[in-house]
């Protein structure tokens, strides 16, 4: 299977099985603004998940990642490793480098958390 991105952002459809629904342990792929930044994301099982990385880097690019670690410690905000499958996904919609070998996921809402804390931490846009 290859995924292309090519033109506008879209999702990337679920693997289907013969019934036409999308078997359990899929996922689909799209993009979402936040903060002014699209950010790609995997949606499993029900829930949006964003590339720890592509949000450090696009998101947090200003503020030093320790402080980013210490303000999801606090909130206690946990990530999950992606799955090779949802990596290679990622790697194809542009969130993580080509050559990365590894990525953590974070929920939307968790991010959104994050956003809010860090509010006061990076300068205005």
């Known amino acids: 299977m290859?995924?292309?991105?090519e033109g506008t952002f879209g999702i990337v459809p679920a693997t289907m099985d013969y019934n036409g629904e999308a078997r359990?342990?899929?996922f689909q792929a799209g993009y979402q603004e936040i903060e002014g930044i699209n950010l790609g994301y995997l949606q499993i099982n029900g829930t949006q998940?964003?590339?720890?990385a592509q949000?450090?880097?696009?998101?947090?690019?200003?503020?030093?990642?320790?402080?980013?670690s210490k303000k999801m410690e606090t909130l206690k905000i946990k990530s999950r490793r992606c799955?090779?499958?949802e990596l290679r996904t990622l790697k194809a919609i542009?969130?993580?480098p080509?050559?990365?070998?590894?990525?953590s996921l974070i929920?939307?809402?968790?991010?959104e958390a994050l956003c809010t804390s860090c509010k006061s931490l990076s300068p205005r846009r």
């Open 2 to 5: 290859f995924l292309t991105c």
């Open 24 to 26: 359990p342990g899929d």
């Open 49 to 52: 998940m964003f590339a720890l």
């Open 55 to 68: 949000v450090l880097s696009d998101l947090f690019k200003d503020i030093p990642r320790t402080t980013i």
């Open 83 to 85: 799955d090779l499958k």
């Open 94 to 96: 542009n969130s993580v």
């Open 98 to 103: 080509t050559r990365a070998v590894k990525c």
């Open 107 to 111: 929920s939307k809402a968790d991010l």
